[in-house]
């Protein structure tokens, strides 16, 4: 009888292993859970084989995570919702003053800033291909993706 309850619950784990991926955090603690069922079966376990074990499980939870966090972080979804978020901000700003601040910033890069530098808002022109890079927020200048060219023109924002 305990023999078939702990074989339904490894197949049980074992499939909730495979979808982890898929579930993400919610199926962490489902996992946690089935492992306490399965420690509640009165099995015998070594308790050096369990000791690995939870060490096992700890070390791959750790590696999910980070990576997790990583992955989260690079995700288009997550890069697409911090630019709108910077671009109902800056809508929410006085565009006067931003303009007048990147006015400034222009006399002082003679109209013609360069990778590596920072800018605020505004669109970026290219100088060689003349492709618009529009900026919605304070980042660094990367060469222009088109043909990696590291100058650009600052032009007017639209209102």
């Avoid at 089935?34 to 590696?63: C, K, M, P």
């Avoid at 919605?136 to 023109?153: D, L």
Wanted: aromatic residues 12%; negative net charge; contains cysteine.
């Amino acid at each position: 009888m305990k023999a078939n309850k702990y074989q339904m619950l490894m197949a049980k784990f074992s499939s909730w292993l495979k979808d982890s991926a898929e579930q993400e955090t919610r199926s962490i603690a489902e996992g946690v859970d089935l492992l306490e069922n399965w420690l509640q079966t009165g099995i015998e376990v070594h308790q050096q084989e369990f000791y690995h074990s939870w060490q096992y499980l700890q070390r791959d939870l750790a590696y999910f995570f980070d990576s997790y966090q990583q992955e989260a972080n690079e995700s288009a979804f997550y890069l697409s919702v911090k630019d709108n978020m910077w671009a109902l901000l800056a809508e929410m700003t006085d565009r006067t003053q931003l303009e007048w601040r990147e006015f400034s910033s222009d006399l002082d890069h003679q109209g013609v800033y360069k990778a590596g530098e920072e800018i605020a808002f505004g669109r970026l022109q290219c100088c060689q291909c003349k492709s618009i890079l529009p900026i919605h927020h304070p980042q660094k200048i990367h060469p222009c993706v088109e043909c990696g060219n590291p100058s650009f023109a600052r032009l007017n924002s639209i209102p």
